[in-house]
């Protein structure tokens, strides 16, 4: 008999620019982020040691450089115990998601009952892509220049007829949402305030992310030029920015949770991977949610609530339409806070991050939803998506 696995909780650094003048953590490191979550998950988590913890994955997309075992070596800079173990966590863009589903399967197996998953990225100090070496045969399978992720957002475009008009309104709304959420205060349970420098080099605490566009609008994004293709339709506002970020989730057997007089609001009901064609990676969310839903018996119409990373405005449009969820924004029930097109995507970071996000968009804007999903695609053709249900 499996047993349950619930969010206990979970927090998030504010998402910041990648950029070496403008980014808020430009001279902040990401293990100094990772461990800024892990201080504030204890903090608010006191009934819980840090040695109960059975392990910690974090998952991270480029582990090279300040990231390379960041999982161990953040875990061990902070101060914290040296019996917990650690595992840093690969799959592109859903190391984080995978990192929650590896600690929410183990939970449920009985291999242990505490666990924290976690996601980092530092989009300046490790840039996308650093480091990689394509293997030469890849190259007579695919056409390289249709690998990188800018192309396969417009190709993905380019195959299901997505308008620029379309896009731009998903961003406008992606923008819109965040900006809201933000000053109606919703973010304030997810994001720990910590120490930033502004563009002038003044210290200052930063509670808020740093890319959500305040003046965004219809007619300036009509203007921008697609960096990735001559003519194409993707444009930076269409594209998730360069950020750096981190998040941890405090994940618990449930039962445990009930004894130490935890509070949680959504349990664990699977996840699911799929593989894709690499030069249409965004759109494998379809497959993986197709997959999770069969498996776990639960249909589309009853998913109330959906946070789907966007990566692209293109490929999470075409997931939403593919799998009937959604045809245009202003969207229902997806990303009702915004997404990644706003609040930036620190790659190996936001799948435990739209986690986070889904968990308290359930608990304080839609506390009657029953189902809850999160999805994202990732760089050469990985998906994930994982299922929660409100606990009874
Ligand atoms: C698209 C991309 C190349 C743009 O990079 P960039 O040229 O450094 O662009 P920025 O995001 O800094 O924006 C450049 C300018 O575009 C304009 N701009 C961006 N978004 C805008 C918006 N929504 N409305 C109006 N103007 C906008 C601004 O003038 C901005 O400069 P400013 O904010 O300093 O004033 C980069 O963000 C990218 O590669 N994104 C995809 C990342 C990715 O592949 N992730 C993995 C997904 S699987």
């Known amino acids: 008999m499996l047993r349950e696995c619930v969010i206990v909780d979970g927090v998030r650094t504010p998402n910041g620019r990648a950029h070496a003048q403008k980014g808020w953590f430009r001279n902040k490191r ?12 204890f903090a608010r988590n006191k009934q819980i040691d840090p040695e109960q913890v059975e392990a910690v994955y974090v998952g991270t997309a480029n582990q090279t450089g300040v990231t390379n075992d960041i999982a161990r070596l953040a875990w061990l800079a902070g101060g914290f115990p040296e019996s917990v173990a650690t595992n840093a966590i690969g799959q592109q863009c859903p190391s984080g998601m995978a990192a929650v589903e590896h600690a929410a399967r183990a939970i449920m197996c009985g291999e242990g ?5 976690a996601g980092v990225e530092d989009m300046l100090k ?160 379809i497959y993986a949610v197709r997959k999770l839903l069969q498996r776990t018996g639960v249909s589309i119409d009853e ?19 593919e799998l009937g969820i959604e045809e245009n924004a202003p969207f229902k029930k997806t990303n009702l806070w915004g997404g ?26 839609c506390p009657e939803a029953r189902y809850g999903l999160a999805t994202l695609c990732g760089g050469f053709g990985n998906a994930n998506a994982t299922l929660w249900e409100k606990a009874s």
């Open 30 to 41: 990401p293990d100094e982020l990772l461990t800024a979550v892990y201080d504030a998950l």
């Open 113 to 117: 009952d505490i666990y924290i998953a």
């Open 126 to 285: 490790v840039p996308m892509g650093e480091g990689m070496d394509f293997p030469p045969r890849l190259a007579m399978r695919y056409p390289p220049e249709e690998l990188p992720m800018g192309p396969t957002a417009e190709k993905v475009a380019e195959l299901w007829k997505v308008s620029r008009e379309d896009m731009e309104r998903m961003a406008y709304y992606s923008h819109k949402r965040a900006a809201e959420a933000r000053d109606a205060g919703k973010f304030k349970n997810e994001i720990v305030p910590i120490e930033g420098e502004k563009e002038d080099g003044t210290p200052f605490i930063v509670d808020r992310d740093q890319w959500i566009r305040d003046d965004v609008s219809l007619e300036s994004m009509a203007t921008m030029v697609s960096p990735f293709k001559p003519g194409g339709v993707i444009t930076a506002a269409t594209s998730s920015p360069l950020t750096t970020g981190a998040c941890a989730l405090l994940l618990m057997e449930r039962k445990l949770a009930d004894r130490l007089g935890c509070e949680y609001h959504l349990v664990y009901r699977g996840g699911a991977m799929a593989g894709c064609d690499p030069t249409i990676m965004g759109v494998g969310p």
């Open 303 to 321: 998913i109330d609530v959906v946070e789907i990373n966007e990566a692209f405005a293109s490929q999470s449009l075409v997931c939403l339409r």
């Open 340 to 365: 990644a097109l706003a609040l930036g995507h620190p790659l190996g970071e936001s799948g435990a991050r739209i986690i986070i996000t889904l968990n308290n968009i359930m608990k304080t804007d």
